[in-house]
């Protein structure tokens, strides 16, 4: 287990290097421009241009470029010019608590309702409450998430009043922070349950036609303790490899549309305005930042496999 | 089956194979791999066949029957050893100076579910090989993939059906079809009664027999059903742990094995006859 | 008694009943294609200590049978009729709360896969340590832990102390039919149901689990359904035997019946076409021709009909499971010849078995 855990970390290392390298060529390498005014902005003086030119070691080699921007972007020094002088790094931790808020608060939801319809779709499987729960996954997936935001924001917020307009609220006040919140939570996870609940339902449908399941009711336990302990159990590890995926591309700033909408200044937020003002630095942090945790999650999906499934474990180990 | 003994034109056997060895490496390594064991699947092997005989290759799972089968039709490269085809050496061959052997050489499988590819029809599952070696084409194509079918116990007009229609014996004749549709010489048949059912199987056993004695085939069966190797075999090599360790006459080897795993194999047998099994049990309790 | 086992009288309940009476069993499935008739009037009876095979292809019924007895066959899509009862108790009327109680700990059930018929995510011992507790919630997790390594042990795993915490892929298959078997056994079952026990296995293997049950049976009288296509098995550990095609039973009887004088053609082709060690080899097998017969066409009368080279007129009737013996009431079978006719005719080249067709 721990051979397993060393080698998908280390991979985990590699890959991210490798990113980070296609990150500076695309970056740096392939416009036909010169890069140091395209970081110091539209209207730079050609003294601004020069010192950028120096900060980013423009005027260096290749592999020295490449060390030079990653030291600025990994120790926090990049400044972004466009917009308004702001320190990039500063600027990204600073949206981490609200993209996380958001983040872990609709995937919390998207896991419940997506696990919950997809139980009820597989034990129904065929019948009315089935084919019910199949529209209403549907429509989940089928739904844009600007448009059901809209909704939301028009309705709900705008019409009715219900909810706060938008923005973020620090967590220090709990009954405020998630007033704020419900409705990009809810915005956000109403694909991803209709999804989760699709994916469970084929394989909750696969595993109770498996022979140990049958030995679990030969065995005479009750009908709930084999679909919860024996379906359930083993069609969740599907689940986990989607959740590790999809959760890490939303915390590496992936949700740029809700949280745009709900004016959520998180990572997606800082995303949209760099890619908005064309600001190469923030592109490129916010690039490698969402790399980051999505090979991140990876890993940990990778790890909670082979804790899931024990023959991963030993089978790595033997080949 | 006994007048298969005549040993072919050129004097030698149709296939010898000679100290055959496959390992695959085991690693290890915390950050790198090193080869820190071997699975010795196949450990220096040896046998022959005789042009029209047919070599039963006995063994229980993990024998390295079916490895050795593979290293043989160079389906695997052999880690080290010798397979010569009438006479000429064939391991270590290149892909493309292997590929007028594939006509020499055939295989037919253990499961007519898997093997059969189910988008495709009967014909052409059958012909492709035929058309691909161009040996035949258009309405000739058709005619002999239909004989073939005949001559397998199908009927023509399967021609067109897919392998989803066909029960598990008829999809194993199918399988046959497709191996003997080349004219080979030898014939690797891999566990090919043990997916079937018990009335099917002697089925499968029969037409292997009249098919070597139409056509002057040579066989390697290679099966874990002792009975079924004995019945079809002139000769029987036993696996054990990637060696042979016994070979001769099938109903010497049977009635008198000499090998100590040998021994234990067959006496495991059930013997589909009460008073006997009884009596065996007697023995056996008693001794 | 009676010839027609068929339509036997109920018999009296608990006391001097059999330890499992069946009756009549039908199960049919609705498919796409139509209704299937899997299990067609199924009739027997077990007793404490006896090993009944029950004999048959693929499609015969024969599992569809041994898994109605615990009820694993009920699903919106089947019907079941017909009587199965333990002690005197029916259990087709039974709920499925009420049958959880009887499977496992009255009626235990292996199958055929060993491989797959444990659940790859937990210990050997976490399975058997559910079976025990589902049925007996007051035992201890420890208690429970314990009770499965000494199952283990008493199996004939070594070392079972420690191989009770490993997960399944790490025991070979013959160790995992064992665990099978020791789950099987937790909570002292009157009944074991063997599925295929040992087709999956290695034939010294099979010799192993084979002789494994024959010790459970023996030494605690565990009464158990052997269902296997294997004739070799079933000469090995079978008191009894019952020969099923296309979901009905076509002969019964003891196990020499079967063997030394077997009265239906399906059986003497099934005896026919085995390679047998113990004898000179045949120089071709006496086959059965085609294949058995879709259960969504069967042939009107016998079902084996269209495979057998013995039928005449009669045999577009369906045959009742009769006794045809005057000497033996209990040797019955479905076959409308004359019991001289098929003394003469099932001798093939000084064995038994089918006649090929012309």
Redesign the interface.
């Known amino acids: 287990m721990l051979?397993f855990a060393?080698?998908r970390l280390?991979g985990a290392i590699a890959v991210l290097f490798a990113i980070s390298v296609l990150v500076f060529l695309i970056f740096n390498v392939v416009p036909a421009t010169n890069p140091a005014q395209r970081i110091a902005g539209k209207n730079a003086t050609p003294q601004l241009i020069k010192n950028v030119e120096k900060e980013w070691g423009f005027d260096k080699s290749l592999p020295e470029q490449y060390w030079t921007q990653m030291k600025l972007i990994f120790t926090g020094e990049a400044t972004s010019y466009s917009l308004a002088h702001i320190n990039i790094d500063e600027r990204i931790l600073e949206g981490i608590p609200v993209t996380a808020s958001l983040c872990i608060g609709a995937a919390i939801i998207w896991l419940a309702f997506g696990i919950l319809l997809g139980y009820i779709s597989a034990m129904n499987a065929g019948g009315l409450v089935d084919r019910f729960v199949t529209v209403i996954a549907l429509i989940g997936i089928s739904m844009p998430v600007f448009w059901l935001a809209s909704i939301f924001l028009y309705y709900l917020t705008y019409k009715v009043e219900l909810f706060p307009a938008s923005g973020y609220e620090p967590l220090s006040n709990p009954g405020k922070w998630a007033s704020h919140l419900i409705l990009p939570w809810i915005s956000l996870a109403v694909l991803f349950a209709g999804f989760y609940s699709r994916v469970l339902r084929s394989s909750m449908l696969d595993v109770m036609n498996?022979?140990?399941v049958?030995?679990?009711?030969?065995?005479?336990?009750?009908?709930r303790?084999v679909t919860v302990?024996?379906v359930l159990?083993?069609s969740l590890i599907p689940i986990v490899t989607l959740f590790g995926l999809d959760f890490g591309v939303l915390i590496g700033g992936g949700a740029i549309i809700t949280e745009s909408l709900f004016n959520l200044e998180g990572v997606g937020y800082f995303t949209a305005e760099a890619l908005g003002q064309q600001d190469f630095p923030s592109i490129m942090a916010v690039t490698i930042f969402g790399a980051f945790f999505i090979v991140l999650f990876n890993t940990f999906v990778d790890i909670a496999y082979a804790y899931?499934?024990?023959?991963i474990r030993?089978g790595t180990?033997?080949? | 089956m006994s007048d298969g003994a005549s040993t072919g034109t050129a004097g030698g056997p149709l296939l010898e194979v000679t100290d055959l060895v496959k390992h695959f490496p085991i690693k290890s390594g915390l950050l790198v791999d090193r080869e820190v064991d071997q699975v010795r699947a196949v450990d220096g092997i040896s046998f022959y066949v005789n042009k029209g005989e047919t070599l039963g290759l006995v063994g229980e799972s993990g024998s390295g029957k079916s490895t050795a089968c593979r290293a043989v039709l160079q389906l695997l490269k052999p880690t080290s050893g010798s397979v010569k085809f009438e006479g000429r050496e064939i391991a270590g061959l290149s892909r493309r100076e292997l590929r007028p052997l594939r006509r020499e050489m055939q295989m037919i499988f253990q499961d007519p579910y898997a093997s059969l590819n189910p988008r495709k029809r009967i014909g052409q599952i059958v012909g492709d090989q035929l058309k691909i070696q161009k040996v035949a084409s258009g309405k000739e194509l058709r005619t002999q993939v239909e004989g073939l079918l005949e001559r397998v116990g199908l009927s023509p007009e399967h021609y067109n059906r897919f392998p989803h229609e066909f029960s598990g014996g008829q999809r194993q004749r199918i399988g046959i079809a497709r191996a003997l549709a080349l004219g080979p010489k030898l014939v690797f048949c891999d566990e090919p009664v043990s997916a079937l059912d018990v009335s099917i199987q002697a089925q499968i056993v029969n037409l292997l027999d009249d098919l070597q004695d139409e056509m002057g085939l040579t066989y390697v069966f290679v099966a874990h059903d002792i009975g079924v190797v004995r019945h079809i075999s002139d000769r029987i090599a036993v696996m054990n742990h990637g060696k042979i360790v016994e070979t001769g006459d099938a109903d010497q080897v049977c009635e008198h094995p000499r090998d100590d795993y040998t021994k234990k194999l067959l006496a495991a047998v059930p013997i589909p006859d009460p008073r006997e099994s009884r009596a065996r049990r007697e023995r056996t309790t008693a001794g | 008694m009676s010839a027609a086992t068929e339509a036997a009288p109920a018999q009296p309940g608990a006391g001097g009943g059999p330890l499992l009476a069946v009756e009549n069993l039908r199960v049919g499935f609705a498919t796409e294609d139509g209704r299937v008739q899997a299990v067609d009037g199924v009739s027997f009876e077990l007793e404490p200590g006896e090993v009944l095979a029950i004999v048959g292809e693929s499609g015969s019924g024969k599992s569809v049978t041994a898994q109605t007895v615990i009820g694993l066959t009920r699903s919106p899509n089947s019907h079941i009729e017909g009587s199965v009862r333990l002690s005197g108790e029916e259990l087709t009327t039974q709920s499925e709360s009420q049958l959880q109680k009887v499977r496992g700990s009255q009626i235990a059930m292996i199958f055929q896969d060993p491989m797959t018929s444990l659940n790859p995510v937990y210990t050997v011992g976490k399975q058997i340590v559910e079976a025990i507790r589902a049925h007996d919630s007051s035992i201890g997790k420890k208690a429970a832990h314990a009770r499965a390594a000494e199952l283990l042990g008493a199996v004939g795993i070594a070392d079972s102390e420690r191989r009770v915490d490993d997960y399944p892929h790490e025991f070979s298959g013959g160790m995992r039919q064992r665990a099978m078997i020791a789950m099987g056994l937790a909570l002292e079952p009157s009944v074991l149901i063997a599925d295929e026990p040992t087709t999956a296995l290695d034939v010294t293997i099979q010799a192993q689990i084979l002789h494994l049950i024959q010790d459970l049976n023996r030494s605690r009288g565990l009464a158990t359904i052997l269902i296997t296509h294997d004739l070799g098995v079933v000469a090995e550990v079978a008191d009894r035997v019952l020969v099923m095609y296309a979901g009905k039973v076509v002969e019964q009887g003891t196990l020499d019946d079967i063997f030394y004088d077997p009265q239906h053609p399906y059986t003497w082709g099934l005896l026919g076409s085995l390679t047998r060690l113990d004898q000179p080899r045949p120089h071709r097998l006496p086959q059965i021709s085609g294949s058995p017969p879709s259960l969504l066409r069967l042939p009107k009368g016998c079902a084996f009909r269209p495979r057998c080279p013995h039928e005449f007129a009669k045999c577009k009737e369906v045959p009742g499971l009769e006794a045809r013996l005057p000497a033996d009431p209990n040797h019955c079978d479905r076959c409308w010849l004359e019991p001289e006719q098929k003394a003469r005719l099932r001798e093939i080249e000084g064995r038994i078995g089918l006649e090929e067709p012309a």
């Not at chain 1, 049958?214 to 009908?223: E, H």
């Not at chain 1, 899931?308 to 023959?311: A, H, I, S």
């Open positions: 051979r060393v080698r280390l498996e022979d140990y049958r030995t679990a009711r030969a065995k005479g336990l009750s009908q303790r302990r024996h159990r083993n899931l499934d024990p023959r030993l180990s033997a080949v």
